[in-house]
């Protein structure tokens, strides 16, 4: 046999065996938590035990947080969607329009998932009466804060006023050398948001309103952006932060306060290379207010499971609905979410986990957790990039805080008009 | 002495002969040698250059399942949308900087490498080792040094006095465009340089002694000899690095992502912005096409260059 007739044949092995390993798996999962380092063992110890109990493989495809709305979006044009993926909460209406999401009420029935997940859970992947997904894990973003700079800087209490917390930020600035008082979010388009959004809601101003209305061009987003322009100016907050920053300068010892979800707990027992040990210093708050009886508010949060099928149509017997039914079993939510330091989602393991100290302090410093106004659009990606690009214009120097609002509702309407007119 | 048919029938053929002779089975060779490289292009260059042009006349956003035909809308929508200007402009400055920038210091370090002394045989391999790294890792390394806390930049000018406080240099639009253009010039100084090295390897040192003998010093040496001799491959690297700096994109995404702001949004970062960050395919498809076209005047350029034999 000649190196021809070898290479032909060798070839034509691969291409008979390639579709069979292809298939290998009985359904595939696509998820950012598999690409953190810091969990993906977490996923893979979920995965792993299916297998034991189901019978069934799991492909797992793994892509970073930020990448993986364009990997959906690609692979939905291209008709290679996963069986199952997972969203941040944000993004479900970029993508209730692809005709391949299974509303899950048609799979479980709506009565059921009722009578199983936490209300507030589920209406994360609630889109106009369709359940177009799960929640996996859930919380709120909210302010969280480092007690040993805290003791540093000769804070005895968290602030719960605004005025307080600039105080308690000017004592780290001046009594923690090389720190970063507040780790506010001054690069990334989507951190940025966050931040803004909140600050915002504190000084009683919206950005767009229940209605699709754009309303930031108001004194109180003036007052929020001017507040956080401030922090800017007096060394409170630095440039070039994004949320992974803000994580690592908290794990160091070189940060006091930032805004992240309960999940942030298992990224600073990372960074901070002290693994549990650094559970003692952080310190889940409530966002301060404008003035004291205020109610201080944090946005909502989660991670949700879609699942896409050939028009939609899916039966819970499906690998896939197997695997959605496991993950939301009392075994898995009474570990996976603790494990990544968030709340489960389902009644009865709420119930299991009501006693872990971490997740009571969160709750109770989430006060008003309200659904993030923009990420509630399908045309959030642009919103969210102008709010980025406007916000860190002011807070860069280059453009003043009015101009920044004004040019900010005039983007903001464009965009919403648009995004009308498309749908 | 015997004689030559001219009667070509008169000569015995043989069955296995090509037709139309040894010069048309070479071109049957040839364009069988060019098939798999005709099929790679099409499938990953023409095809989706086309069905970008297509896109170019639809609607096609995310909230739409199929995509809507509206003609030259978005090339009108274009002609009034300032961002996509500013990326024109910012594109264009850009690719000024980087291409004189890399010009200035390729030539540079290929007069320094054409210099005999110890070790350049050492120097000159290490020389090409920003060639050899990949640049979206030579994009996260520069990324460090311009870092604010911990960047060796601001170390090194603490270090010397010149300035007092760590600058955000990346959180400046003039920062973060002087960022992204030494980036890509280190990048690219080892193409440039071994195109120059080539060039210099070939002047004549007689004609330089012999200006030096008429008293020229060094820039009269450069400027009257150097220079001109140089001259062909002084238009081939401008047009090069004009062609491949029009293209940049990931250098720049991964050091700045187009910011601060807007500030180093090049047009290859806005097309992929409104693709792959808005999902905007027909906007961005449109905004690609005139990207195109406007790596049309170096590329044409470039291959009469290169039918003409220069």
């Excluded at chain 1, 003791?151 to 006023?161: D, R, S, V, W």
């Excluded at chain 2, 040698?33 to 896109?55: C, M, N, T, W």
């Excluded at chain 2, 100084?189 to 060039?199: D, E, K, T, V, Y």
């Amino acid at each position: 046999m000649n190196s021809i007739t070898r290479l032909i044949g060798t070839a034509a092995i691969a291409l008979a065996l390639g579709p069979g390993a292809v298939k290998a798996a009985d359904l595939s999962f696509m998820s950012f938590t598999y690409a953190e380092e810091a969990n993906k063992a977490i996923v893979q110890g979920v995965l792993d035990d299916f297998q034991k109990t189901d019978k069934l493989t799991v492909e797992p495809l793994g892509f970073a947080w930020g990448d993986m709305q364009k990997n959906i979006f690609l692979r939905a044009r291209s008709k290679t969607l996963p069986d199952i993926a997972q969203l941040s909460e944000r993004w479900l209406p970029t993508f209730a329009s692809l005709d391949n999401l299974v509303d899950l009420n048609t799979v479980y029935g709506k009565d059921k998932l009722e009578a199983a997940f936490a209300p507030d859970a589920l209406a994360m992947g609630d889109i106009n009466g369709k359940q177009l997904a799960v929640p996996l894990l859930s919380g709120s973003i909210g302010m969280v804060a480092n007690k040993e700079v805290l003791a540093k800087a000769g804070i005895n209490e968290a602030p719960k006023t605004v005025d307080d917390f600039k105080k308690a930020l000017v004592a780290v600035r001046d009594k923690v050398p090389n720190s970063v008082p507040y780790t506010m979010a001054t690069k990334n388009n989507g951190s940025i948001l966050i931040d803004f959004m909140v600050w915002n809601w504190v000084h009683g101003g919206r950005i767009i309103d229940d209605a699709g209305k754009v309303v930031v061009d108001s004194q109180q987003s003036r007052d929020a952006l001017n507040f956080m322009v401030s922090l800017m100016k007096d060394r409170l907050a630095a440039p070039e932060i994004d949320r992974p920053d803000s994580r690592r300068l908290m794990g160091q010892g070189a940060s006091a306060f930032y805004l992240d979800a309960p999940q942030t707990r298992t990224f600073l027992r990372d960074f901070s290379g002290k693994g549990e040990a650094f559970d003692a210093n952080v310190l889940p708050m409530p966002t301060p207010v404008l003035k004291a009886g205020d109610k201080p508010v944090s946005v909502q949060w989660g991670h949700l499971l879609v699942q896409f099928a050939a028009g939609g149509k899916a039966k819970a017997d499906d690998p896939a609905d197997k695997f959605l039914t496991y993950l939301l079993s009392d075994k898995v939510q009474t570990d996976l979410p603790l494990k990544m330091s968030a709340l489960p989602v389902t009644k009865s393991a709420r119930e299991a986990v009501a006693s872990d100290a971490y997740l009571k302090n969160w709750s109770a410093a989430t006060g008003d957790a309200r659904r993030n106004e923009v990420g509630i659009w399908s045309n959030a990606a642009e919103l969210t990039q102008i709010i980025g690009e406007e916000v860190q214009g002011a807070l860069l120097g280059q453009k003043s805080t009015d101009d920044a609002v004004k040019s900010m509702q005039a983007r903001l309407t464009t965009s919403m008009e648009k995004a009308k007119k498309s749908e | 002495m015997a004689v030559i048919e001219n009667n070509l029938e008169a000569y015995p053929v043989s069955p296995h002969a090509n037709r139309g002779g040894l010069k048309a089975g070479q071109s049957r060779m040839g364009l069988l040698l060019l098939l798999p490289a005709a099929i790679a292009f099409s499938a990953v260059i023409l095809y989706p250059f086309l069905s970008a042009l297509g896109l170019s006349l639809f609607e096609f956003t995310v909230e739409m399942m199929e995509p809507r035909y509206i003609g030259f809308e978005n090339f009108a929508k274009i002609a009034s949308d300032p961002d996509v200007w500013a990326a024109f402009w910012t594109t264009a400055i850009y690719v000024t900087l980087t291409t004189l920038g890399t010009l200035v210091a390729g030539l540079g370090w290929a007069l320094i490498m054409n210099q005999p002394f110890a070790g350049r045989g050492v120097l000159r391999s290490l020389s090409l080792l920003p060639w050899v790294l990949p640049s979206t890792v030579s994009a996260f390394v520069w990324g460090w040094i311009f870092n604010a806390r911990y960047g060796v930049l601001n170390a090194f000018l603490m270090e010397l006095g010149l300035i007092d406080f760590p600058q955000a240099w990346l959180s400046t639009p003039q920062g973060a465009m002087l960022a992204v253009v030494l980036t890509k010039v280190w990048l690219s100084i080892p193409l440039f340089m071994s195109f120059f090295l080539a060039g210099l390897q070939n002047l004549d040192k007689e004609q330089i002694d012999a200006a030096r003998v008429d008293g020229a010093g060094n820039f009269a040496v450069l400027r009257d000899h150097i220079l001109p001799h140089l001259r062909p491959v002084l238009i081939i690297v401008v047009v090069l690095g004009v062609i491949g700096n029009l293209q940049q994109f990931d250098t720049v995404y991964a050091l700045t992502g187009g910011g601060p702001v807007r500030a180093t949004t090049v047009l290859s970062v806005e097309v992929y912005r409104r693709a792959f960050e808005q999902w905007d395919i027909g906007y961005a498809s449109a905004v690609g096409v005139l990207w195109v076209a406007s790596l049309l005047p170096p590329a044409f350029l470039y291959l009469r260059m290169l039918v003409k034999g220069n």
